[in-house]
T-cell receptor, first 116, second 118 residues
Framework: GAGVSQSPSNKVTEKGKDVELRCDPI?????LYWYRQSLGQGLEFLIY????????KSGLPSDRFSAERTGGSVSTLTIQRTQQEDSAVYLC??????????????FGSGTRLTVV | AQKITQTQPGMFVQEKEAVTLDCTYD???????LFWYKQPSSGEMIFLIY??????QNATEGRYSLNFQKARKSANLVISASQLGDSAMYFC???????????????FGKGTKLSVKP
């Protein structure tokens, strides 16, 4: 597609419920990243996918968080048993990798998650 | 470990004037890239400008320029002729260029909120 698409744009969920956030990256981008941005804060790295390699999960804050990327394209970030501190904007980004990636990432518009 | 520091939580500038947003960084990488992103109230992250660590000249993109001082590890963003539409959060970021994986992630500063006054 023309840009990185994220859905839903807004999600309100009850504490304890599971949520799934979707990211559709730019066609041809082999790298996909998830970041979290809490209110008034910078971006916190969560997870990184590169081609068919095992994902780098070093930024996931707890085992309630997981992510998949199917067929090297669409990615789903799942948060189980949501807590109020999970409320944030979840941003997805994609890019070319290696020497091709000189200009950073293209970000989606994010999913604003509110846990009540 | 890499670190980005933006010491100005908020800045005000008069319309049509220039403004400098500060960014300092820390890294042990020999080769790296520095980025600035703009985040308006709509929430999207907009790429503005890029500077490679081995680039001899400061990067420029229209009204944006990057004042790169490698020895001081600073990469300040200069916006000339500010416009009302420049009001937004601005994030400085960096990544190593030699490899992918977690060490090649973009690391972000906490941002500077710029407000342009008419």
């Amino acid at each position: 597609g023309a840009g990185v698409s994220q859905s839903p744009s807004n999600k309100v969920t009850e504490k304890g419920k599971d949520v799934e956030l979707r990211c559709d990256p730019i066609s041809g981008h082999t790298a996909l990243y998830w970041y979290r941005q809490s209110l008034g804060q910078g971006l916190e790295f969560l997870i990184y996918f590169q081609g068919n390699s095992a994902p780098d999960k070093s930024g996931l804050p707890s085992d309630r968080f997981s992510a998949e990327r199917t067929g090297g394209s669409v990615s789903t970030l799942t948060i189980q048993r949501t807590q109020q501190e999970d409320s944030a904007v979840y941003l997805c980004a994609s890019s070319f990798s290696g020497s091709q990636n000189l200009y950073g990432y293209t970000f989606g518009s994010g999913t604003r998650l509110t846990v009540v | 470990a890499q670190k980005i520091t933006q010491t100005q939580p908020g800045m005000f500038v008069q319309e049509k004037e220039a403004v400098t947003l500060d960014c300092t960084y820390d890294t042990s990488d020999q080769s790296y890239g520095l980025f600035w992103y703009k985040q308006p109230s709509s929430g999207e992250m907009i790429f503005l400008i890029y500077q490679g660590s081995y680039d001899e000249q400061n990067a420029t993109e229209g009204r944006y320029s990057l004042n790169f001082q490698k020895a001081r590890k600073s990469a300040n963003l200069v916006i000339s002729a500010s416009q009302l539409g420049d009001s937004a959060m601005y994030f400085c970021a960096m990544r190593g260029l030699n490899y992918g994986g977690s060490q090649g992630n973009l690391i972000f500063g906490k941002g500077t909120k710029l407000s342009v006054k008419p």
